[in-house]
T-cell receptor
Framework: GQQLNQSPQSMFIQEGEDVSMNCTSS?????WLWYKQDPGEGPVLLIA?????ELTSNGRLTAQFGITRKDSFLNISASIPSDVGIYFC????????????FGTGTQLKVEL | DTEVTQTPKHLVMGMTNKKSLKCEQH?????MYWYKQKAKKPPELMFV???????INESVPSRFSPECPNSSLLNLHLHALQPEDSALYLC???????????????FGPGTRLTVL
């Protein structure tokens, strides 16, 4: 099935650095979701975005729903070791029913 | 509370075995989902139940048989699986209210399935 274009594919950063990742699509999405997944665990919802232009924060995390409704980004400020994991964006497309479209994932590794 | 629980956490089965995966949520959600996930890949949708009725089957082989006994429970019955079916199986739920465009899904911790 279709996947969203998510970049970067992986990142290796120093503890304390800020991180940015994004998702793009050729189609319009009504909802953007950002999940984090630790090895062997299920994805955990970080931020949900429901309106174009919406900017939402959750602690050190900030995400935005792009004005064109075709993209979204996630920023993590002052990264810490527990930020390690795979981050997935996901979205509901207009007319897509209950089906979520997932991004390809960004693997984050933090160097102490 | 946004908790979805899944049992068992790990399952090893032979190709002739019959086993079941269980999922439970008490958030009053009316949509429940099964996903299959391979390592470092995004989850792949298998089935969607809406108001206890199967609404989406993503052309999943019949050796996977879903069941929704009530609005809180979702099962996945497994029979005659193949080694390539080894994966993390995730359950998720959402409000599933008709007419609501934005329907955030909450995932369980998953069952790690190994088929020998």
């Amino acid at each position: 099935g279709q996947q969203l274009n998510q970049s970067p594919q992986s990142m290796f950063i120093q503890e304390g650095e800020d991180v940015s990742m994004n998702c793009t699509s050729s189609s319009i999405f009504n909802t953007w979701l950002w999940y984090k997944q630790d090895p062997g665990e299920g994805p955990v919802l970080l931020i949900a975005l429901y309106k174009a232009g919406e900017l939402t924060s959750n602690g050190r995390l900030t995400a935005q729903f792009g004005i064109t409704r075709k993209d979204s980004f996630l920023n993590i400020s002052a990264s810490i070791p527990s930020d390690v994991g795979i981050y997935f964006c996901a979205g509901y497309k207009s007319g897509g029913g209950n089906k979520l479209t997932f991004g390809t994932g960004t693997q984050l590794k933090v160097e102490l | 509370d946004t908790e979805v629980t899944q049992t068992p956490k790990h399952l090893v089965m032979g190709m002739t075995n019959k086993k079941s995966l269980k999922c439970e949520q008490h958030m009053g959600h009316r949509a429940m989902y099964w996903y299959k996930q391979k390592a470092k890949k995004p989850p792949e949708l298998m089935f969607v139940y809406s108001y206890e009725k199967l609404s989406i089957n993503e052309s999943v082989p019949s050796r996977f048989s879903p069941e929704c006994p009530n609005s809180s429970l979702l099962n996945l019955h497994l029979h005659a699986l193949q080694p390539e079916d080894s994966a993390l199986y995730l359950c998720a739920s959402s409000h599933g209210i008709a007419g609501v465009l934005a329907d955030t899904q909450y995932f369980g911790p998953g069952t790690r399935l190994t088929v020998l």
